[in-house]
């Protein structure tokens, strides 16, 4: 199977980092995979446990609009103006961490915004997963895989797949030698159009 990734020239990246402490090892990992990206290629780096976003309310059978804030406007806009969409996030309870949840939830409410679009325009951008856990076991995050699988294909997007490292104490996943030679190559993998299971088996 051929790439259908885009020249890079014109790809950018936003960077989602979800976990719960700064310099992180996934956050290292991503960094380090990000590092790789050709010059000059747009980077925008979000993190969302400095981001003042609230809990989100599912509002799609209430009558009152729910007002939008200046913290989930940004974080929309940056969504939608990336054609590559990582999601960094320690592995937490075999699967992604409240914070990147939390995000993914505010694509609930986005979909069905008036005017928004959102699943239309998401159709055909790229998701990425990178998450450090602390097992030596990579099949304990295809809780996580799938989770991220599965929502870009409800969304039509593509998959690039997600870098797994390991590590627990600040700075070790740099000791994964798997992981840093998967880096350097990470964003030049196959990006397919994600299928759910039975789309596959089809």
Known sequence: MTTD??????????FVLGSSR?????????RTAAAQLP????????????????DFQDGRHETDDWPVGEAEEELRRATLEATDIVLATPLYWYTVSAQTKRYLDYWSGWLTAPGSDFK??????TLWGVTVMADDDESVAD??????????????????G?????????????????????????FQGETPLALFPSERDA
């Open 5 to 14: 990734t885009a020249p890079a020239t014109d790809r950018s990246f936003l």
């Open 22 to 30: 700064a310099d992180g090892n996934t956050e290292l990992l991503a």
């Open 39 to 54: 010059a000059g290629t747009p980077q925008r780096w979000v993190d969302l446990n400095t981001l003042p976003l609230p």
């Open 120 to 125: 239309r325009r998401m159709a055909g951008r």
């Open 143 to 160: 809780g996580l895989v799938t989770t991220l699988n599965n929502s870009a294909a409800y969304l039509r997007m593509r998959f690039g």
């Open 162 to 186: 997600v870098l797994l490292g390991n590590g627990s104490r600040p700075g070790q996943v740099r000791d994964d030698e798997r992981a840093m030679i998967r880096a350097k190559t990470f």
